[in-house]
Nanobody, 123 residues
């Protein structure tokens, strides 16, 4: 059974940092791009960042570019999201996604999802 498990969320003050992790089990995703999305109640799931299978290429939403860094360790079947200079508008549930088959910025383009981890940024 394929599972993606996120961790690292929490409550942080504006300007602070958090590092999210997503560990995959059940199969390897070393040949697949992996991404991070976020969602707030009442809104659609929003693209945050994606990393290529090798880790050499990354792409970010404009709202997080320069503050967030996505990376991966294929030996550990893990993808990370380092979030710096956090803002209250970054508050959301953050989801890890794997097995890209469509548009990398579209949630519908991924086959597997984690359960999410809550990030709350206080002002």
């Amino acid at each position: 059974q394929v599972q993606l498990v996120e961790s690292g969320g929490g409550l942080v003050q504006a300007g602070g940092s958090l590092r999210l992790s997503c560990v995959a089990s059940g199969r390897t995703f070393s040949s697949s791009a992996m991404g991070w999305f976020r969602q707030v109640p009442g809104k659609e799931r929003e693209f945050v960042a994606v990393v290529s299978w090798s880790g050499d290429s990354t792409y970010y939403a404009a709202s997080v570019k320069g503050r967030f860094t996505i990376s991966r360790d294929n030996a550990k079947n893990t993808v990370y999201l380092q979030m710096n200079r956090l803002k209250p508008e970054d508050t959301a549930i953050y989801y890890c996604a794997a097995e890209l088959r469509g548009r990398m910025t579209d949630a519908a383009g991924y086959d597997y999802w984690g359960q999410g981890t809550q990030v709350t940024v206080s002002s």
